[in-house]
């Protein structure tokens, strides 16, 4: 496999070596963006939930070799909840503690069946919790 090799967990693959940070202009713009989708999307009743992916490094960054964190994945869901956005912080959902199975595959920067079915359940409990009651005539 491609990539960098986790010096701490045997077989983990990681795609990108550094960490990273968004520019207030960029958070901004990104902001903007999120409440123009919601503000389209409520004129169809339609509802916005912003669910950020984040990538395996930020997940299993004390796995990587260079420590990596989650800085840059927490500024988009600040950036987010303070523009009153609903989010589904998938980053806490994917998260393992030691000794449980990871939610990443090794050698690929997808979810696994685990990590999909740990997002998948969030969504469908706040779907359902948020979803009006059907009609009783």
Same mark, same amino acid.
């Given at each position: 496999? @491609?990539?960098?090799?986790?010096? *701490?967990?045997?077989?983990?693959?990681?795609?990108?070596?550094? #960490?990273?940070?968004?520019?207030?202009?960029?958070?901004?713009?990104?902001?903007?963006?999120?409440?123009?989708?919601?503000?389209?999307? *409520?004129?169809? *009743?339609?509802?916005?939930?912003?669910?950020?992916?984040?990538?395996?490094? !930020?997940?299993?960054?004390?796995?990587?070799? &260079?420590?990596?964190? +989650?800085?840059?994945?927490? %500024?988009?869901? %600040?950036?987010?909840?303070?523009? #009153?956005?609903?989010?589904? +912080?998938?980053?806490?959902? @994917?998260? !393992?503690?030691?000794? %449980?199975?990871?939610?990443?595959? @090794?050698? +690929? *920067?997808?979810?696994?069946? +685990?990590?999909? $079915?740990?997002?998948? %359940?969030?969504? $469908?409990?706040?779907?359902?919790?948020?979803?009006? &009651?059907?009609? @009783?005539?």
């Amino acid at each position: 496999p @491609l990539g960098i090799q986790s010096k *701490s967990y045997p077989g983990l693959f990681f795609l990108n070596a550094e #960490n990273s940070q968004f520019s207030p202009e960029a958070l901004t713009t990104f902001g903007r963006l999120l409440e123009s989708t919601q503000y389209a999307l *409520s004129a169809t *009743s339609t509802r916005l939930i912003y669910v950020p992916v984040p990538d395996k490094e !930020t997940l299993y960054g004390r796995h990587h070799p &260079n420590t990596l964190n +989650d800085s840059s994945y927490r %500024q988009l869901i %600040q950036t987010a909840r303070d523009r #009153n956005i609903e989010v589904v +912080d998938a980053l806490a959902l @994917l998260k !393992t503690s030691e000794g %449980q199975p990871l939610t990443y595959h @090794l050698d +690929d *920067s997808h979810w696994n069946a +685990d990590g999909v $079915h740990r997002v998948a %359940q969030a969504l $469908h409990r706040l779907i359902q919790n948020e979803a009006p &009651n059907p009609s @009783l005539k």
